[in-house]
């Protein structure tokens, strides 16, 4: 209790002064000080413990997980089919140039998280990079996707290396703030997984719905997906939702500020080196980062290849494909109230090494009967199966992303016990560095694995051997290794519901004291 005590007197009561003040000054800039760390103090107690969001906030936060979805839905979906069957790219090369802007990405997005954490301004924390990162966003996506008409292969490498390494720390500079806004704006367990479940509600229905225009309306004259003119139109409708989304999150979220919590430290080479120290000492932090890395390996390398698959391996139609990404939507609905209902009964690591397990499953499922002989089915009823199975797997996903964001929240407040500091960007950096890092690697062994079964680019669907078909479906079901080895990672995940909920009132207690600590200060001045 001294430790808290000396804690809270340290952040919050005023401070010796070397400047000649008369004393009537000092009192008055000690009555300030202390009213508005007792005002500080309430508000985060109220917004943390006990006051619901509204449901402002609450959309207005989900409108985040638009950018989220959309902007990574585009890019693992169509980027390496873009480079290496359009623009003529090999698929080593594009996967050098996703390996390149993964090393950027692996010292950035822990130094943004860290920054976020610390940053003092008049917006707060997060609210500063969400609204300046908004317009970098939108733009490095729209160029990434334009480069000139009869590019060497060489200077394609380089375009797709250099406004890759643009677009990712962009999207960082947006995205870590963002998750780490998500787990201030109530620690309450309930109100939480609400939150969660309306951005991903938001992130899967908005997101699949655009690619599923660009499949239907945008990307089918010609030569379809081959077809290099039909991308610009597809990418500027990408890059309106991207900028208008961000600044609604940012916007309607703003008047939320004061009710969250600001850093207490400043920043520094050897500061940042020890939150990671404090981290990696967390079990629990470890568990959900090499699980989720493993999960979202499995996710990249099927988005990767899907665009693959239904061309030359299933030999869909453009808008046959499209009909993949309606089933994304109709997950989203039904994925948020089934994990809702689930989380009453399971404990979140239970819960989510079921998703693993049934994803992972799934995903591979009906390749190894078709490569069997077994799904030898009508067109029609081929497709019918194959949304269905492509609808149960993105429910396990939803699933598993709510659970997530919950677990990393969790994981948050038990640091803030430990060391008495608020880190979210620190642990939602990791979950953004092992989306965009699972997203490079997919289409690293998506590029070098089309290389090495002889798919060239441009190829024909109609005109590519059996071999070469058999040999992609393989690939394809290679990921799933490790879905199921993401599933072991979660069963080292050890703050079940009991032990969190002593985490809460652990914090709301020391919160309380503080605040009557400041109440007896004010008093006496």
């Known amino acids: 209790m001294a430790d808290e005590e000396k804690v809270a007197n340290e952040l919050l009561l005023p401070q010796p002064s070397h400047e000649h003040h008369s004393p009537t000054t000092e009192i008055l800039e000690a009555v300030g000080r202390v009213s508005m760390a007792r005002g500080s103090l309430t508000h985060v107690i109220e917004t943390s413990y006990a006051r619901p969001l509204s449901w402002k906030t609450r959309i207005g936060y989900a409108f985040g997980s638009i950018v989220e979805r959309t902007q990574d839905t585009v890019f693992m979906s169509i980027s390496m089919i873009f480079f290496n069957q359009v623009v003529g790219l090999t698929g080593t090369l594009a996967s050098l140039?996703?390996?390149?802007?993964?090393?950027?990405?692996?010292v950035a997005d822990p130094s943004i998280g860290s920054w976020s954490d610390r940053v003092k301004t008049r917006f707060g924390r997060r609210h500063p990079f969400m609204y300046l990162s908004s317009i970098p966003v939108a733009l490095s996506l729209g160029l990434l996707f334009n480069p000139p008409y009869h590019i060497s292969k060489m200077a394609a490498f380089f375009w797709f290396t250099c406004f890759t390494i643009l677009f990712r720390l962009s999207v960082s500079f947006y995205s870590v703030p963002f998750m780490g806004l998500g787990a201030e704006l109530t620690s309450h367990p309930q109100q939480r997984s609400i939150l969660m479940?309306?951005?991903?509600?938001?992130?899967?229905?908005?997101?699949?719905?655009?690619?599923?225009?660009?499949y239907q309306k945008m990307l089918v004259s010609g030569a379809g997906l081959l077809n290099r003119d039909n991308y610009p139109p597809f990418i500027y409708l990408c890059c309106a939702v991207v900028f208008v989304a961000s600044i609604l999150c940012a916007v309607l979220t703003h008047d939320q500020i004061k009710y969250l919590p600001t850093s207490k430290s400043h920043p520094g080479i050897k500061a940042l080196i020890m939150e990671f120290v404090h981290a990696l000492r967390n079990r629990s932090f470890i568990s959900v980062v090499i699980a989720f890395l493993l999960l979202s390996t499995n996710l990249g390398i099927a988005d990767t290849i899907l665009l693959y698959t239904g061309l030359y391996f299933w030999r869909l139609k453009t808008t046959e494909i499209s009909g993949f990404t309606l089933t994304v939507p109709i997950a989203a609905i039904i994925g948020p109230p089934i994990t809702l209902l689930l989380?009453?009964?399971?404990?979140?690591?239970?819960?989510?090494?079921?998703?693993?397990?049934?994803?992972?499953?799934l995903g591979c499922t009906p390749v190894s009967l078709r490569l069997l002989g077994v799904l030898d089915l009508s067109h029609?009823?081929?497709?019918?199966?194959?949304?269905?199975?492509?609808?149960?797997?993105?429910?396990?996903?939803?699933?598993?992303n709510i659970l997530v964001m919950n677990m990393l929240a969790d994981i948050a407040d038990q640091h803030e016990v430990l060391t008495y500091k608020r880190n979210e960007g620190i642990f939602y950096s990791a979950r953004t560095l092992i989306g965009k890092s699972a997203s490079a690697l997919g289409h690293v062994f998506?590029?070098?694995?089309?290389?090495?079964?002889?798919?060239?680019p441009g190829s024909d669907p109609e005109h590519i051997s059996q071999k070469v078909r058999d040999h992609l479906g393989i690939l394809s079901m290679i990921g799933s290794i490790a879905g199921l080895l993401a599933m072991v990672s979660y069963g080292f995940y050890a703050i079940d519901n009991k032990k969190h909920q002593e985490i809460v009132d652990i914090l709301k207690k020391r919160a309380q004291e503080q605040a009557r600590s400041v109440e007896k200060d004010y008093d006496k001045l």
Do not use: W
């Open 380 to 400: 029609n009823v081929l497709l019918f199966v194959l949304y269905g199975f492509m609808m149960l797997t993105y429910i396990c996903l939803v699933g598993h």
């Open 97 to 106: 140039a996703l390996t390149i802007a993964l090393i950027v990405d692996a």
């Open 343 to 361: 989380l009453r009964k399971f404990e979140k690591r239970t819960l989510i090494m079921l998703m693993c397990l049934f994803y992972a499953v």
């Open 197 to 214: 479940s309306m951005q991903a509600l938001f992130g899967y229905f908005v997101a699949p719905m655009i690619m599923f225009i660009g």
């Open 446 to 456: 998506g590029g070098i694995g089309v290389d090495i079964i002889g798919l060239v």
